[in-house]
Each structure stands twice: as structure tokens, then as C-alpha cells.
């Protein structure tokens, strides 16, 4: 995703990150400790007829692929690129599998996704495998191309035990990308509860102004104001915000989130909840989000929040945070590595702390999570030669990386010299600023190689990073390679903010539906997306009376809104 503090060790075997991030066992095999060997790739007929042997390729292979290049994946080694570094020419080594990129760009403002559509739109063919985060319009388009293979057998066949027990966590992982009982991409497990948020607030602040952190928005409104009038900063200058928010892109976003006011009240906007009758309903339209909307205009008028907070996006409100402007902030655990490090930059001495989501006034906390662990999706072309080296690639990292073994050639990370160096007392150390020298060909950063990899991060073993946190934060020793990174390269604050989360994971208000676009959503989502978020707005911003709520569910409904509540609870019946 982005930037990250170089004390860290990047997040090599998780996130979110963001960071950070980030959403989150190995079958019968809770302990972060263990990595069996029933995490080797299945050797079977089929693998040796394609000339895979001994967990390589007798004969080297191609697989062509295309990429766009994020913040936290795009820092080389000097002469170095994501054609040609560290980790292409260790899976060409190990795996005989030599990959090629078809293009790359720069994946800022979407220029990813927009490549992707354009060459889906002109019919374009596709490369051997397509990795995708983001969009489920994009995902749907992508299978709708009918480029890609359904990928069930090829699971069944080649992927680790590892992977297939991430995959059985939560069998509505497959939902999205099912189509006629087919499965049609892979998808990219996650850490679990990596993407559910806590309250991060300036503990400094606080401290000046002899404030307790609130445990209820009634508490949180008294916190605020103090933020905003009571000079946190001591510069004796008015200009400071209670929350850090962008709902530019929603109103129940990854980061500067404003879910937790809906939650409060007992919906989840932007998502399919279950109501009280067994239905799935939007919850952008239930009466609960008015009443949240009444709080967010309050909050709007009286400067606990940004003016600016419906142009701004989730990285650009988180900004608000990072210079010393806000004083609370919502998102997930993982922040201290990213964006984080830039308010420790931009305002030295300043903290921050994780608490929990606070209640709403009859003392109800809902914030969004809870969904199964997979960010992104692996698409397998049906020309592809060979469209089962994806997943020995994939394996690679479960059996190597994702849990490695004492005494194992990744225990300290991927490579030395990038994501992390040794000492001379034989610890490890990510603080490239304090030992430049122990990163030659680096400057600023560290160089991760998972953020290079065609996962994202590599491979994550869903229950590992929580499980891990919250041993570490309740003081246990780190024993592990995995734990001993963790410890190690993790703040304090986010193993603590973990144990937040998993203390407060009842709270998490699950999306429901998980199927693909319905008929009515193809032609009708983008016009009723812009009905509620232009309705939300105007209300927040006073253009529009409160009552104007009622008038936008009665448009909703009759605009296509009532059948997409029908197809989507004729689905969800259907798999239920």
C-alpha cells in the first residue's frame, strides 16, 4: 500500500497497512508455532506430467502476468525493478518459474484497474495469471470475460494443505467469484480481523487536557470539543478537528471511517445486513442511518470534523491525523506502520493509542468486519500453459515464508540487505536510518520482496497474526521465528491495538451478501450509489433537511433498489 516507518520490518509476513492491514490455520494446527509438513505441495500425476518435480520445474516455464505498481511495493534496490530483483530471480532459481510482466504502470488513481477494464473492454487477451484487489465491478468483469478457468480441480489437485485449510475457515470466501457452481479465481487469503478497526487517539492530548478516553459518542462529542476548543496542540491558534474523516468513496471506509456512528445506531451503510426478520436489507436505507446523518451534521457544524471530509479520500483524511490536526482517528490495527510514522515526523513527540469502538446511546457498537479472510483474487487464463504454477508458487510461500521454522533459510525474513539486516549480536533490525549500511542500494526505506510477490504479501496463514498479537501483547516471550519477527518489528501500539480488536470482535457487523453483481445492479448500482451518497452529503452539509432521508428510500426503491433487495435475498436464500 504505502509508505512505511523504516524501524519496522515491513510487515514482511502480514499486512495494512495500512498499514495495513490487512483481514486474517493450518487444519488442526492453531499454534503460530507449528508448520507441518502437510504443508508441502501435493505431489500428484498430473504435477510430474507437467515436468514439476521435486518442488521444481525440470524445464523452466513462463508465466506471463501484468501489475500496478502501489506505494509499499515499488521501493527497489538500486538497479533493481519488478521485472527483474530479488524475488523473480529466487523463483526462477527455486521453482523454475520465470516471470514475465506484459506491462506495469504506476497504480495511481487507479491506473491499474483502468488498464485492466481497457483491455477487458477491447477484448484484449489476457496473460497467464491476473491478480486483482480492489473493485468487485472489476472482479465481475473479469470473469464475465470469460478469459479464466474455474479453478476447483486445480485446488483439489496442486494447492497445500495450508492454503486449502485457509480456505475452509469460511466457505463464503468463494461466493463472489462462484458462478453456476463454479469456482472462477483463487482467492488471496488474508490475516483475519486485520481490516477491523479500533479508535486510534492522540494519548498526548489527553494527557494536556486531563482527558479520558471515551467509551460512548456522548463521551467521544466531550472529547472532541476539548480537541477542537481547548488548544491540544499549545499553539494557541484554533485550528484543530476532533476525528479525521474522508467519505469521499463511502461512508464505511478502510481507514477515517464513520461507520462506527451508523454501527452506533444499528446499521452498517454501504453493505447488505441482516435485519431482525431473517432478510438481508441495505443498510444505507434503514431509519437507523438518519439518525446517524443527525450526528454527523451536528458533529459537521460544531468542527469536530474536517469541512473538507467529502472530498477527501481515505488516505488524503488520513492526513488530517498524520499532520496534527485531528485527534481520533478510526481504522485497523496495523496504522503504526502506515501512515502513522508520518505524525510521529510531522509532530515530534507526539502518541497515540488504541481503544476501543464506543457505544452508541442504548449502547450498541457496530462497526464493519468480520467477513471471510481473502484480499484480492488469482485469475487463471484458460490458454495458460501452465495454469497449475500459480499455485506451486503460492504453496512456495505457505511451506517457506508464511510461518517459517527455526532454523529455516527465511527465518528472519525474505532476503538480507532489504527487508531486514543482522546485527552483530546476532538480532535483526529493519532501521535502515540507524544502519545504512546494512542496506546497500537503499536509501530511506527498507525493500520488502513480498510486496513484490504476485500475492501481495506473500502468503498468510489467516489465524497466525491475531493469535500471535494477542500472546504478545498479553506479555508472553516470543518463541517463533514468525513471533520474534512480530515482537521484534511491531510498535507496542499495534500488538496492543490487535488485542483491541479481538477483545471487541463480537461487534463486527458482517456484509451478508457476498454473491456477484445482480441483474439489476449491472444497470442500476452506479445511479443509486449516487442517489445515497449525494443524499448522505447534503444532509450532513445542511443543503438538505434530514427529512429529505425518507424521500431518498422511497427514490431508492422505486429506481431499482426494491429488486435488488429481492435478487439479493433470492440469492442469499439460495445458498443460506
Known amino acids: 500500500m504505502k509508505k512505511w516507518l523504516s524501524v519496522l520490518l515491513v510487515l514482511s509476513f502480514m499486512l495494512a497497512i495500512a498499514a495495513c492491514s490487512g483481514n486474517n490455520t493450518n487444519k488442526g494446527t492453531n499454534s503460530p508455532a ?101 473493485d468487485m465491478e472489476t472482479v465481475n468483469m473479469l470473469i ?11 485446488v483439489d489437485k496442486y494447492a497445500s494443505d495450508t492454503y486449502k485449510a485457509g480456505l475452509d475457515l469460511d466457505p463464503t470466501i468463494w461466493l463472489p467469484i462462484s458462478r453456476g457452481g463454479e469456482k472462477l479465481a483463487l482467492p488471496i487469503l488474508d490475516y483475519a480481523y486485520n481490516a477491523d478497526h479500533v479508535m486510534w487517539i492522540r494519548e498526548d492530548w489527553l494527557t494536556k487536557l486531563n482527558l479520558k478516553a471515551p467509551t460512548t459518542l456522548a463521551e467521544m462529542e466531550t472529547v472532541m470539543d476539548a480537541f477542537v476548543n481547548g488548544d491540544p496542540d499549545g499553539d494557541s491558534k484554533k485550528n484543530t478537528i476532533g476525528l479525521a474523516t474522508g467519505f469521499k468513496n463511502g461512508f464505511a471506509n478502510w481507514m477515517t471511517d464513520i461507520g462506527f456512528v451508523f454501527g452506533a445506531n444499528g446499521t452498517m451503510p454501504g453493505q447488505w445486513n441482516l435485519a431482525a426478520d431473517g432478510t438481508l436489507e441495505h443498510g444505507s436505507i434503514n431509519p437507523a442511518a438518519k439518525d446517524a446523518l443527525s450526528t454527523l451534521k451536528t458533529w459537521l457544524e460544531k468542527g469536530y470534523i474536517s469541512q473538507d471530509s467529502a472530498l477527501l479520500d481515505e488516505s488524503t483524511g488520513s492526513e488530517l491525523f498524520t499532520k496534527g490536526e485531528a485527534g481520533i482517528m478510526f481504522g485497523p490495527n496495523w496504522l ?16 497515540y493509542k488504541a481503544y476501543p469502538v464506543p457505544a452508541g446511546p442504548n449502547g450498541k457498537i457496530g462497526s464493519a468486519g468480520g467477513n471471510p479472510p481473502a484480499n484480492g483474487y488469482l485469475f487463471v487464463n484458460k490458454k495458460a500453459k501452465n495454469p497449475e504454477a500459480i499455485l506451486h508458487y503460492y504453496n512456495w510461500f505457505f511451506e517457506n515464508m508464511a510461518n517459517p521454522q527455526p532454523g529455516s533459510e527465511f527465518e528472519k525474513g525474505f532476503a538480507e540487505g532489504y527487508d531486514y539486516a543482522t546485527l552483530p549480536d546476532g538480532s535483526i533490525t529493519a532501521d535502515i536510518a540507524n544502519h545504512p549500511d546494512l542496506f546497500p542500494g537503499l536509501k530511506d526505506q527498507t525493500a520488502p520482496p513480498l510486496y513484490y510477490t504476485l500475492t501481495y504479501e506473500g502468503a498468510r496463514i489467516p489465524t497466525l497474526y491475531a493469535e500471535t498479537h494477542v500472546k504478545l501483547a498479553g506479555g508472553a516471550e516470543a518463541v517463533t521465528p514468525y513471533e520474534k519477527q512480530e ?18 470482535k463480537d461487534i463486527r457487523m458482517k456484509n451478508y451478501y457476498m ?11 452506479e445511479l443509486l450509489n449516487k442517489l445515497l451518497n449525494e443524499t448522505f452529503n447534503k444532509i450532513i452539509y445542511g443543503q438538505q433537511p434530514l427529512e429529505s432521508f425518507d424521500t431518498m428510500v422511497a427514490n431508492w426503491k422505486k429506481s431499482g433498489g426494491e429488486q435488488i433487495t429481492k435478487e439479493v435475498n433470492d440469492w442469499y436464500n439460495s445458498v443460506k
Open 34 to 134: 507449528t508448520n507441518k509438513p502437510g504443508n508441502e505441495p501435493v505431489q500428484t500425476e498430473e504435477g510430474n506430467k507437467e515436468g514439476f518435480v521435486d518442488g521444481k520445474y525440470t524445464t523452466p516455464i513462463t508465466l506471463t502476468t501484468v501489475w500496478g505498481l502501489n506505494q509499499n511495493g515499488s521501493v527497489f534496490k538500486e538497479g533493481e525493478s519488478i521485472e527483474d530483483n530479488v524475488h523473480t530471480r529466487l523463483i526462477k532459481e527455486r521453482l523454475g518459474i520465470d516471470i514475465k510482466y506484459n506491462w506495469v504502470v504506476t497504480n495511481t488513481n487507479d491506473a491499474y484497474k483502468t488498464k485492466l477494464r481497457l483491455m477487458l473492454s477491447s477484448g484484449e487477451e489476457m496473460p497467464d495469471v491476473v491478480t486483482y484487489r480492489g
Open 144 to 154: 464475465d470475460s470469460g478469459q479464466f478457468m474455474p479453478i476447483g480441480d486445480l
Open 336 to 351: 503504526p506502520a502506515w501512515p502513522f510514522p508520518d505524525l510521529l515526523n510531522n509532530v515530534p513527540g507526539s502518541k
Open 487 to 504: 515482537f521484534n518489528t511491531r510498535l507496542k501500539e499495534n500488538t496492543d491495538a490487535m488485542k483491541v480488536v479481538m477483545d471487541q
Open 515 to 525: 454473491g456477484p453483481l445482480t441483474e439489476t445492479m449491472q444497470s442500476k448500482n
